[in-house]
């Protein structure tokens, strides 16, 4: 093999997966909101059930817990609230608006 750095960098479906399950999106997880807007938008995820999906895709369905179901459902509900004025679709290296 040849020397020199490796970078992985992980699929914005498992980045969000990764998101949601952490579900910090109010107070200190401003931030993560603003995240899971974009990529929620990208990967063309437009409710709750969607969301859901994605996760148990990458942990077990006894791993997506209410508490985990309830965040995305509020998530959601901010969505709504908020609107998406400000949040375009982000591009996550060379992916844009095509669906996944």
């Keep these: 093999s040849e020397p020199g750095l490796r970078v992985y960098v992980p699929s914005p479906e498992y980045?969000?997966?990764?998101?949601?399950?952490?579900?910090r999106i109010e107070g200190s997880?401003?931030?993560?909101?603003?995240?899971?807007?974009?990529?929620?938008?990208?990967?063309?995820?437009?409710?709750?059930?969607e969301a859901v999906a994605l996760v148990s895709r990458f942990y077990s369905r006894g791993e997506v817990s209410g508490r985990v179901e309830n965040g995305i459902k509020r998530l959601?509900?901010?969505?709504?609230?908020?609107?998406?004025?400000?949040?375009?679709?982000?591009?996550?290296?060379?992916r844009g608006g095509e669906p996944c």
């Design 76 to 94: 959601y509900e901010l969505f709504e609230e908020r609107g998406a004025a400000g949040v375009s679709t982000p591009t996550y290296f060379g």
């Design 15 to 23: 980045m969000c997966a990764l998101k949601l399950i952490a579900l």
């Design 29 to 49: 997880g401003a931030k993560d909101y603003e995240d899971l807007a974009n990529l929620t938008a990208l990967l063309h995820l437009n409710t709750p059930a």
